[in-house]
């Protein structure tokens, strides 16, 4: 299990109320939406993403979580997020959730993005400024 040391990237996410469900804790759906806010604020704050007018876009083409832990609003969520593999069009990236506070992971999963251009919608390669970025959260393999 991760701690929040083996990520390179931590960015707070708030809770909400509809997060939780029947059962007291945030639904399994919402770690997923977590995973994309961490992942897609990063590439827009370090400027290497135009989700609007920018030529590539990132299409998620496989995803996986591993529940370890509850969370629970109105807790924050730490998310934890390396790049594990950077390719010529694409990238998998490992994201870590914790609840505020704690050094141990309340989930694990991961995401791949494949790079297109935002009109043909065919894998282009990874511009430079995007590489850039996602070079900069790049960790060795883990086991």
């Known amino acids: 299990m991760s701690t929040r040391a083996a990520y390179k990237h931590v960015m707070r996410i708030g809770t909400r109320w ?3 469900d029947i059962y007291g804790h945030v639904n399994n759906v919402e770690y997923y939406s977590y995973f ?3 992942i897609n604020a990063y ?3 370090s400027g290497a993403l135009d989700i609007h007018h920018g030529a590539v876009i990132g299409l998620c083409a496989e995803s996986h979580c591993k ?3 509850s969370l629970a609003f109105p807790q924050g969520v730490d998310a934890g997020l390396r790049v594990a593999h950077l390719g010529k069009s694409s990238v998998r990236y490992e994201i ?3 609840a505020e506070d704690k050094e141990t992971c309340a989930a694990q999963g991961w995401f791949v993005h494949v790079f297109v251009d935002r009109v043909t919608r065919k894998s282009t390669p990874l511009p430079d400024a995007l590489r ?3 070079a900069a959260l790049q960790v060795e393999a883990q086991a």
Do not use: E, Q, R, Y
Request: hydrophobic share 50%.
């Open 18 to 20: 509809k997060d939780n």
């Open 36 to 38: 994309d806010t961490v």
């Open 43 to 45: 590439l827009i704050g």
């Open 67 to 69: 529940f370890l832990d």
């Open 96 to 98: 870590g959730l914790f």
């Open 132 to 134: 850039s970025a996602l």
